[in-house]
């Protein structure tokens, strides 16, 4: 019913940055609340940062709140995620995810639809 697809990931040195996208289809995209998660290898899947329908409200995990930043753009149906000073930490796949209704610290299972991952890489 709605389609994600993560864009953007890669190999990056601690300290630097990266900006995520999440192109979405299928569904008006203003009717979803949207999340980042992310999954290291042998790691369950966690909340990093969800933002509501209009951009209005946003909230981040601990590790990285002042460090990430989640944005959208409805008229072009996608939401980014802005990672600056990376650490070696924040290696993982990270999600793109969507659901009707906003939670501040969604769990996987709050999630109605994923994208198939990026993964991005913080060397040192």
């Known amino acids: 019913q709605v389609q994600l697809r993560e864009s953007g990931g890669g190999l990056v040195q601690a300290g630097g940055s990266l900006r995520l996208s999440c192109a979405t289809s299928g569904r008006t995209f203003n009717n979803y609340a949207m999340s980042w998660f992310r999954q290291a290898p042998g790691k369950e899947r966690e909340f990093e940062a969800t933002?509501?329908?209009?951009?209005?409200?946003?909230y981040y995990a601990d590790s990285v709140r002042g460090r990430f930043t989640i944005s959208r753009d409805n008229a072009k149906n996608t939401v980014y995620l802005q990672m600056n000073s990376l650490k070696p930490e924040d290696t993982a796949v990270y999600y793109c995810?969507?659901?009707?209704?906003?939670?501040?610290?969604?769990?996987?299972?709050?999630?109605?639809?994923w994208g198939q991952g990026t993964q991005v890489t913080v060397a040192s």
């Open positions: 933002i509501n329908w209009n951009g209005g409200t946003t």
């Open positions: 995810a969507a659901r009707v209704g906003y939670i501040a610290t969604p769990l996987p299972g709050n999630v109605g639809y």
